[in-house]
């Protein structure tokens, strides 16, 4: 991991060196803009989610299940919001401990036995400690600084007199600082996502720990993504004298684990089976 | 299966129910008597007198070879011998599977070997076995803990349910 940040410090270093050669009033404007943003991160992420906060009589079971991990995880009870949404989906926000909400849809809550849901509760509880929204929201400042100064620079190319331009040098420098923030915005993507995938371990890892039960993390996490729907409901002696009419039973199973959508779902499966086996000889 | 008995017990706390059920589908246009009377020809065939056993059959048509013994060991070494019996007798090639019982904490959970796949898959019934619902995260954890010891099918799309087992 900290290979990562190290090489998305030199990324974005070179980056921060390249802009202020040039225009350094654009990171000014952009970083301004980007630092309201992470103010008002949770109020934006819960909005843009359509997730209301409600109240411990609105929602008894998910208040007491938030308030007794917080208080396992040490950290103070976050807001709890539900969005009524049929995709089964939770996520924490906050740019602190203090300012932090957990947000689950109606659609997961309904999906989930209880043990589940406290499996996925505890992994978001865990980003709330580890911080990981404020590590996320540095770590992609620059990518989304680029991202802005190329939209940014593409227009003022277009428009600004592509060509006629009396100035040579001008123009050279719009393409070195445009193709800059390509490189910035490709290699630094690949290394935020790097690191986004990381955290998701270390929040299962929390949650494992929270909970002491991470085959129930694991189980949410399979029937989220589907694959528990390829556990078969029918009983061995009937699918046997089905099985008997064809030539090749096992050719659907092999397809299905060939075109499987969620292979990062599988190894957070198979990480947390592997936990589970080390908490059980504990 | 004989090899993996000390496991099962001294690690995992899971204990065999002393039994052992052989599954064998009916041929076509066989009743369910007949498959018995198939069932008990072919152990009466060879000398097997060592084995204890019953026959039973379930609404399905098919029929249960019911062993008993006190050991896992034994289990597996009287399995053995019916196969033998069973490859003399020609019913071989109708075996569904061979279900081993245990108790788990209270809980009676399954290790289903299928000779088409030729492995073992995780069987464990939800507590109080109300609708034939299924423990699937037990399921997951009971072949995370024996992988390494017995040839385990990972492929969740095998692991099918047997429901209203005699043994």
Sequence with gaps: MWFTFLMLGLVYGFFVWLVLQYSPIMLILVGGMVLFQFAMSDKMVLASMRAKVVTPEQAPKLHGMIEKLSAAAGIPKP?????DMPIPNAFATGRSQKHAAVAVTTGLMNMLSDDELEGVLAHEISHIRSKDVVVMTYASFFLIVAATLSTWLMFSAMFGGMGRSRNNNSGSIIMVV????????????????ALSRYREYSADRGAAILTRRPMHLASALERISGSMTRLPQEDLRRAESMNAFFIMPAVGA????????????????????????????? | MA???????????????????????????????????????????????????????DDTSHAWLVLRENALADLAGA?????????????????????????????????????????????????????????????VRMESAIRRNLPTSRDITNWYPIWGMPV
């Design chain 1, 79 to 83: 807001k709890v919001a539900i969005s």
């Design chain 1, 254 to 282: 092999g397809l299905a684990s060939l075109f499987s959508t969620h292979p990062s779902m599988n190894r957070r499966v198979e990480r947390l089976r592997e936990m589970d086996r080390d908490l059980a000889f504990m």
């Design chain 2, 79 to 139: 399995v053995a011998a019916v196969g033998e019996a069973f490859e003399s007798g020609g019913v071989i090639g109708r075996v569904v599977a061979v279900v081993y019982p245990f108790t788990w904490s209270h809980r009676r959970v399954y290790w289903i070997y299928q000779p088409r796949i030729q492995g073992y898959t995780p069987f464990a019934p939800a507590e109080g076995n109300r609708d034939q619902e299924r423990d699937h995260p037990l399921e």
């Design chain 1, 178 to 193: 445009l193709l800059a923030t390509f490189v910035v915005r490709i290699v630094g993507g690949m290394l935020v996502a």
């Design chain 2, 3 to 57: 090899e993996v008995a000390v496991i099962f017990e001294q690690q995992l706390d899971t204990y065999t129910t002393h039994e052992a059920g052989v599954l064998v589908r009916p041929s076509k246009d066989q009743s369910a008597s007949q498959l018995k009377a198939e069932i008990e020809r072919a152990m009466t065939a060879t000398d097997r007198t060592k084995i204890r056993y019953g026959v039973e059959t």
